[in-house]
């Protein structure tokens, strides 16, 4: 069973770049953020056909993206902003369908750590 490790997450300044990767065995692969205080949200999936779906105050900055050669999962976040601050966990589902909630990821990762300061 291919455990879910997260990684590259760490402290930049608004405006600034990190990119996130973890292992994807499952069929629908997603990325949850957790900040300080708040429950966990979705923040985007992509599909085995590569159907991509984001949260709406990360569309245009974040981009998913999966290599099925490397079967890796990626979080490009760009244009970071202060409250994107968190604890971000990738997760996977093997249900047909991808959804925007925690519903069918039955995998999670540890999480990883990202800060953003202004």
């Known amino acids: 069973q291919v455990q879910l490790v997260e990684s590259g997450g760490g402290s930049v300044q608004a405006g600034g770049s990190l990119r996130l990767s973890c292992p994807a065995p499952g069929s629908c692969m997603g990325w949850f953020r957790q900040a300080p205080g708040k429950q966990r949200e979705w923040v985007s999936f992509i599909s085995t056909d590569g159907i991509t779906a984001y949260e709406d105050s990360v569309k245009g900055r974040f981009t998913i993206s999966k290599d099925n050669a490397k079967k890796t999962l990626y979080l490009q976040m760009n244009s970071l902003k202060p409250e994107d601050t968190g604890t971000y966990y990738c997760?996977?589902?093997?249900?047909?369908?991808?959804?925007?909630?925690?519903?069918?990821?039955?995998?999670w990762g540890q999480g990883a750590q990202v800060t953003v300061s202004s």
């Open positions: 997760a996977a589902s093997w249900v047909r369908y991808c959804y925007k909630t925690e519903e069918g990821y039955t995998r």
